[in-house]
Nanobody, 115 residues
């Protein structure tokens, strides 16, 4: 019954912006650390950012200063604001909820940065 549904992906030009959303149901959202991952075909899934239930935040070095993770516990939603996008940001972006031994995952949303 747990569902994570990503939205907001699409095609954008280099230097542009996108805002990803992940709507969560079936868990007590406020008790979970939320994370965004991304994956390029042929490569390992990469952790992009996390935000804990206490609002502690982590970013991988390649997105620092460009991406912002946030959460709205009243809406059971986590966001990833992506600015100054680069072609190397192209990937499928996945939302994850971590609160026990095994995380929950969304279906992913495609982000393509290309001119």
């Amino acid at each position: 019954q747990v569902q994570l549904v990503e939205s907001g992906g699409g095609l954008v030009q280099p230097g542009g912006s996108l805002r990803l959303s992940c709507a969560v149901s079936g868990i007590i959202f406020g008790l979970y650390t939320m994370a965004w991952y991304r994956q390029v075909p042929g490569k390992q899934r990469e952790l992009v950012a996390t935000i804990t239930r206490d609002d502690a935040i982590f970013y991988t070095n390649s997105v620092k200063g460009r991406f912002t993770i946030s959460r709205d516990n009243a809406k059971n939603t986590v966001y990833l604001q992506m600015n100054s996008l680069k072609p190397e940001d192209t990937a499928v972006y996945y939302c994850s909820a971590v609160g026990g031994q095994n995380p929950y995952w969304g279906q992913g949303t495609q982000v393509t940065v290309s001119s």
